[in-house]
């Protein structure tokens, strides 16, 4: 889906540096990953080689929220964020969906001051056939030599059913990466050289503000019985209102499209919040609590691109 | 929004080779400029390969799929053709 640069450009496992989303696009996105439609996309060239407008125009079948999350013990009427597991598709809706996303790129391919590209996004839908939820994003790609670094910010308003009102939802994530290509060790050997030149060092701070949490959102959905979601990367406190994660990883490039990948998460939740039960399940209002307990988690994974 | 869609539309061509009747240098200008693009808009995503994988009709086909789903202006997607033809 052409939201943001994460969905766009660098979501393939192949392409990611990490092995998992930034908070704002996890299991809990904040914006649905899947549109069915129809896209007008082109690109000017307004100055030097590589100084580029481009547009991607689009329309869709609408926000595709699951009604119920995996495991769920109950009818649940409110949805949810999560991507059903089973179809991708999750519960239909009769809303139509349309977005726009724009990149500007001010430095042509020669420059020596690297690469840069600025994009905007946006995404109007309804779902749950007549709730609506708007999206926005900005977003930037900066390469110069060995470095790599990108940045994303989005925000969600969405309508909420039974006067609860509106949820208004924002996240970040920006991230850093270096190869090593080109970097000798001293005193090392011309073996270890090798292998050195092949790491990248990479770090990403990502957060979510949502301070309104849906109980359905959460892990203990289904009457305390935890009910973790498809693509759950084991770090709770991404369901806590204010969830911040660090991640470090170092990348292991076998060949440009083939890699080991490791990463390490902490997860550092901020502030509380307010969590919203289900209509009919009491209670059915905003109950205070706290930060989740920190979390950490340590991943790997060998990834081959085509 | 709409007027870039037109101007965007303006400046579409059919093909992503370049034209038959362009100079040497004009290929070699192009050739140089594939080969800036090349890693920083197709090594993004996919390995490297050479251009002998494919024919140039071949090429083409694939260019003109990530010419759009990569928002390549026409003047790019030429140059990547090129350099994958070695220039020829």
């Not at chain 1, 369901?239 to 080991?260: H, M, N, Q, T």
Request: aromatic share 16%; net charge negative.
């Amino acid at each position: 889906m052409p939201f943001g640069e994460f969905y766009e450009d660098y979501s393939a496992v192949w392409v990611n540096r990490f092995i998992t989303a930034p908070l704002p696009y996890g299991v809990n996105a904040l914006v649905p990953p899947t549109e069915i439609g129809i896209q007008l996309r082109g690109a000017v060239q307004w100055g030097e080689p590589g100084q580029n407008f481009d547009y991607t125009t689009w329309m869709g079948n609408g926000a595709t929220f699951s009604n119920c999350p995996p495991g769920a013990q109950q009818s649940c009427i409110l949805p949810g964020d999560e991507l059903n597991s089973q179809t991708n598709l999750a519960y239909q809706s009769n809303g139509r969906g349309y977005g726009a996303r724009f990149r500007f790129y001010p430095l042509p391919y020669s420059s020596e001051l690297g690469y840069l590209e600025l994009g905007a996004s946006t995404y109007n839908s309804q779902y749950f056939n007549h709730f609506w939820m708007h999206a926005w994003g900005v977003d930037f790609v900066y390469f110069v030599k060995n470095l790599q670094a990108r940045g994303e910010y989005l925000e969600m308003y969405r309508e909420l059913p039974v006067g609860l009102g509106h949820d208004h939802e924002e996240g970040w994530w920006i991230e850093f990466g270096y190869f090593l290509n080109g970097i000798s060790l001293p005193m090392a050997s011309d073996e270890v050289n090798y292998m050195f030149q092949k790491l990248e060092p990479i770090v990403r701070f990502s957060g979510v503000n949502q301070p309104a949490v849906l109980f359905s959102q959460t892990p203990y959905a289904s009457f305390g019985v935890p009910a973790y979601s498809f693509g759950f990367n084991g770090s709770p406190s991404l369901f806590a209102p204010y969830s911040r994660e660090v991640a470090i990883g170092l990348d292991f490039w076998i060949a440009p499209s083939v890699v080991w990948q490791t990463e390490l998460d902490f997860e550092l939740p901020g502030k509380g919040g307010l969590y919203y039960a289900y209509p009919g399940v009491a209670p059915n209002k905003g109950v205070p609590v706290g930060p989740t307990p920190n979390d950490k988690a340590f991943l790997t994974q060998f990834a081959i691109g085509f | 929004m709409t007027s870039s869609a037109v101007v965007g539309c303006s400046n579409m061509q059919p093909a992503s080779a370049p034209p038959a009747n362009i100079s040497p240098a004009e290929r070699r200008e192009l050739f140089r400029r594939g080969a800036q693009l090349w890693p920083v808009k197709c090594m993004q995503c996919h390995n490297a390969r050479p251009g002998s994988e494919f024919t140039p009709e071949q090429w083409q086909m694939i260019l003109m799929h990530m010419r759009t789903l990569a928002n390549l202006p026409p003047q790019d997607a030429q140059a990547v053709y090129v350099y994958l033809q070695g220039g020829r």
